[in-house]
Each structure stands twice: as structure tokens, then as C-alpha cells.
């Protein structure tokens, strides 16, 4: 299987929208034409980032990160010191590489898959597990939101457990549900099902 990895890039700017997802990956798709290439690439959702009158605050902590095939590390290393326009300026800084986890419990903040409700959105979820050939529990979290173009779709943050090695790997590479670029389905690994906010 094609090894995945996450750069994660130091982020320079002052603020950024709380609907930013679309137009940050405008921006990213503008600095790196490749993006587009790979359908499985994804954005996790930027972290670091504090709320305040409308617009989210970026601080010394927020980081920018891009989960990627690893043929792709080079390009990713050009993107240090790229400026972004979301419309607020925005600078990648440098970037550290992370190999992708093998944990058995997986957390997504945002998985979006067409359904407006939970109960159509966990029948979707289970088809998905299992066309990916996961044996592995889910639950389903708190409603959120993606705006699209005019568009807000609803969304479900989703947690994966007691996935195998192998099986923890494959669902971080190839995610769940749709928007993949605008930070939906993008798995990170959990400390415990207990104890995740979902």
C-alpha cells in the first residue's frame, strides 16, 4: 500500500474565516497545482486557532496540515515560506513531517456524506466501513457544519475503533465520506474511546 504522511506547517498571518476551508484550499490549490492530482489528499482542520468576534485568531501554535502520498514530499517542502490569500494574507512556515500511526482508535472533527440526518448519515457510515473492508465500531458525534459555495452541508465529527494495524492505516489514507480537502474525514489517532469530546 502507497505510505501516507501529514506535513504540518507553522502558519503566519492574523486571522482567518470561520467558514475558511473552501478558501483556504483555493489558496493552497493556486500555491500547489498538485493537490489536485491526488484524490485522496487531504487538509485536517487547521488547530491552534481562537475564536473572537467572527473570525478565528491564528496564534503561535496554529499549524497547517496536509495529508499526502509521500511522492509527494518534495513538493510539500516548496510550500515553506508560500504566501496564501484567503482573502486575509497568510504565510506557510516550516514544516515537519509525521508518519502516519497505526492506533486502533481513530477521531474525525467533521465527516460530511450527503445525509442531513444522523440516522441516514450512520447508514452511510456503515456502507463506507465496509466497502473500505474495516472491521471496526463506530460512533457518531456532534452535528456540525460545512459551508460549500452558498451551500452549508451537515456533518456528524465520527470515531472509528478497534480498527487492526493495517486496517488504522487504510482508513487514514483513504478517509470517509466527502470534501476531503475542506478538512471532512480526515482520521487522526484517539487516546481512548472514553475519553474523546465527540
Same mark, same amino acid.
Given at each position: ?9 507553522? +502558519? ?8 475558511? *476551508? /473552501? ?9 500547489? *497545482? ?14 491552534? #486557532?481562537?475564536?473572537? $468576534? ?5 496564534? %503561535?501554535?496554529?499549524?497547517?496540515? #496536509? ?11 516548496? #510550500?515553506?515560506?508560500? $504566501?496564501?490569500?484567503? *482573502?486575509? *494574507? ?8 509525521? /508518519? ?11 465527516? +460530511?456524506?450527503?445525509?442531513?440526518? /444522523? ?8 456502507? $463506507? ?15 456540525? /457544519? ?17 480498527? !487492526?494495524?493495517?486496517? !488504522? ?7 470517509? %465520506? ?6 471532512? %474525514? ?5 487516546? !481512548? +474511546?472514553?475519553? +474523546?469530546?465527540?
Amino acid at each position: 500500500m502507497m505510505r501516507w504522511l501529514d506535513f504540518a506547517f507553522s +502558519v503566519a498571518g492574523d486571522s482567518v474565516d470561520r467558514d475558511y *476551508p /473552501e478558501g483556504l484550499y483555493e489558496a493552497l490549490r493556486a500555491a500547489a *497545482p498538485w493537490l489536485d492530482e491526488e484524490p485522496l489528499a487531504g487538509v485536517h482542520p487547521m488547530r491552534g #486557532l481562537t475564536p473572537n $468576534a467572527g473570525a478565528l485568531l491564528i496564534g %503561535g501554535r496554529t499549524r497547517l496540515v #496536509l495529508r499526502v502520498p509521500e511522492s509527494r514530499s518534495e513538493a510539500c517542502e516548496r #510550500l515553506q515560506g508560500a $504566501a496564501l490569500d484567503l *482573502p486575509m *494574507p497568510l504565510r506557510i512556515g516550516g514544516a515537519s513531517r509525521r /508518519e502516519l500511526l497505526p492506533h486502533p482508535v481513530l477521531h474525525a472533527k467533521l465527516v +460530511v456524506t450527503g445525509a442531513e440526518d /444522523e440516522a441516514d448519515f450512520v447508514a452511510d457510515i456503515a456502507r $463506507a466501513v465496509a466497502e473500505l473492508g474495516l472491521d471496526c465500531e463506530t460512533i457518531v458525534g456532534r452535528r456540525g /457544519e460545512l459551508l460549500v459555495g452558498e451551500q452549508r452541508l451537515a456533518g456528524f465529527s465520527l470515531m472509528l475503533h478497534g480498527l !487492526s494495524a493495517a486496517q !488504522s492505516l487504510k482508513a487514514q489514507a483513504h478517509g470517509v %465520506g466527502q470534501y476531503r480537502k475542506l478538512g471532512c %474525514g480526515v482520521f487522526v489517532p484517539h487516546k !481512548s +474511546v472514553a475519553a +474523546v469530546g465527540l
